[in-house]
């Protein structure tokens, strides 16, 4: 079966600090990998979404960014964070065939002070 | 610009009762519907889903209603539970891509 992990659950970090979330998927190959944000008692905001290693589609211009080093781990990055970054972080994944369900992970709560 | 809007945006409804949440969509592109469960400080879980060809699907107290005609579709919860109490996110994916888009969000409270 496939499981999907992030780290860490919490983070507190002060503004102009930098970020590193990951996300690992395991028991599949080759998914498509998605970060979403999602703000308190808000939607889910996509931020990113790759379809294979080194390959990244931003939706939101922001100062965050994305990468995809390795076939089932996907980062989010940001070089110095802003009090609006503050939300709920979500890693997803999805088989590429055929096209359906989206998997989500246990998310990172992010509060940047 | 793809929109997919969600209503309402709360529920309250009383044990046993009927919830009913309610999307529009106003792109014809999409291709899958699913809904979405999400409990406080959890990441969403797919609850059910429902592909354009159908235009119902029932899986235990919930069932997904699909009326392509008016780009609507809706989940009903029979018997709604205490437990039910969440947020519940409608979605549509993009036709030929990979791209998911969500609705809003409804927050549904079940009085015991």
């Known amino acids: 079966s496939q499981t999907i992990h992030q780290w860490p659950a919490t983070l507190v970090q002060p503004v102009g600090s930098p970020l590193s979330l990951e996300c690992t998927v395991e028991?599949?190959?080759?998914?498509?990998l998605y970060w979403y944000r999602q703000a308190a008692g808000r939607g889910l905001q996509l931020l990113f979404y790759?379809?294979?290693?080194?390959?990244i589609s931003s939706e939101v211009p922001q100062n965050l960014s994305a990468s995809r080093p390795q076939d089932r781990q996907f980062i989010l990055s940001s070089k110095k964070l802003l009090l609006s970054d503050s939300g709920f972080y979500l890693c997803?994944?999805?088989?590429?065939?055929?096209?359906?369900?989206?998997?989500f992970g246990p998310g990172t709560r992010l509060l940047v002070l | 610009q793809q929109q997919v809007k969600q209503s309402p945006q709360s529920l309250i409804v009383q044990k046993g009762g009927i919830s009913i949440i309610n999307c529009a969509y106003e792109?014809?592109?999409?291709?899958?519907f699913p809904w979405y469960q999400q409990f406080p400080g959890k990441g969403p879980a797919l609850l059910i889903a429902?592909?354009?060809?159908?235009s119902e699907k029932k899986e235990g107290r919930f069932t997904i209603s699909f009326n392509k005609s008016a780009k609507q579709f809706s989940l009903h919860i029979m018997d709604s539970q205490p437990g039910d109490s969440a947020t519940y996110f409608c979605?549509?994916?993009?036709?030929?891509?990979?791209?998911?888009?969500f609705g809003t969000g409804t927050r549904l409270k079940v009085l015991a």
């Open positions: 997803a994944w999805s088989w590429k065939y055929p096209q359906g369900t989206q998997y």
């Open positions: 028991g599949t190959s080759n998914p498509n």
């Open positions: 790759s379809v294979g290693i080194g390959q």
């Open positions: 792109n014809t592109a999409f291709d899958y």
């Open positions: 429902i592909r354009p060809d159908v």
């Open positions: 979605a549509a994916l993009v036709l030929g891509t990979y791209k998911y888009i």
